[in-house]
């Protein structure tokens, strides 16, 4: 769509985290769309609405996007009208569904009513935005400005579990859990045997045991082993915040700067 691409390359222009936001908050949301059967239309809304979620962050100073602080609460304020800022510049664009609007314009709001611009709730949402908010809110949980606040996808998922399960559709919400698993696409896990891996795939049968590329230094980065772990019989025994691993083991592992999300086509899983 090159209405879509456009904006994502002003986006990029203002910030590069949010070029990257919107690549994850797509496939994340496609991937969740999928199981929950939305057809054609809904599936290319739902699409075009996650790659231009954000683009009111185009009315914004770039200090505020950057920020690996805290906002002041004018900051903040200003922040929170970036809905509807994208909502206008939807509008402009005059090819855009009421559904795309939508989800631009309620991607923040929450089924509890503390949402914002509006502070809309339940059924006020439309199910795309809802899908989007969730995808959103795991993404930004993963991948904030601030390393040091950085959630692994573990710790994000169990955090939205038990403390933010009231904000979102319940049935959403707990669909992106099974199928994104226990341990995440993106996870950097420590094994039984002492290895450090990155979870690639879950295993729909065993999602204690999914698929993982193992470090091993003495192997050449693109020969890395990728193993089943069920095959294995290898348990993991804790997730690992990035910023407590070391830099030539996220190289090798092929984890940039932001949380990598990998696409399992066969399992649908994302």
Excluded at 122 to 141: F, P, S
Aim: glycine share 6%; proline share 5%.
């Amino acid at each position: 769509d090159q209405e879509a691409t456009l904006q994502l390359v002003s986006i990029k222009g203002k910030s590069e985290n949010s070029y990257f936001h919107a690549i994850n908050v797509s496939l994340l949301s496609l991937m969740l769309g999928k199981h929950l059967n939305l057809n054609s239309d809904q599936m290319r809304d739902l699409g075009v609405g996650a790659l231009l979620h954000d683009m009111g962050n185009i009315n914004l100073p770039s200090r505020l996007l950057r920020s690996t602080e805290p906002l002041s609460g004018p900051e903040l304020k200003l922040y929170q009208m970036h809905p509807i800022y994208g909502a206008k510049l939807a509008q402009k664009l005059g090819n855009i569904s009421n559904e795309v609007m939508a989800i631009i314009e309620q991607h923040h709001e929450l089924i509890d009513g503390s949402g914002y611009p509006k502070k809309l709730k339940g059924a006020e949402i439309t199910q795309l935005a809802k899908i989007v908010a969730v995808v959103n809110r795991y993404d930004n949980l993963c991948n904030n400005n601030n390393e040091e606040k950085c959630l692994s996808p573990f710790e994000a998922m169990s955090y939205m579990y038990a403390k933010q399960k009231s904000q979102f559709d319940e049935r959403i919400l707990s669909i992106f859990i099974t199928n994104m698993g226990v341990y995440p696409p993106g996870t950097i896990v420590k094994l039984a045997n002492g290895s450090i891996a990155a979870v690639i795939s879950i295993n729909p049968r065993a999602l204690l045991l999914p698929n993982v590329i193992i470090y091993d230094p003495k192997i050449p980065w693109n020969e890395a082993p990728i193993i089943d772990l069920s095959e294995e019989q290898l348990k993991i025994t804790e997730s690992l915040r990035r910023t407590a691993v070391a830099q030539e083991v996220l190289e090798y592992l092929n984890l940039t700067e932001r949380v990598n999300y990998y696409m399992d086509t066969e399992n649908k899983t994302g």
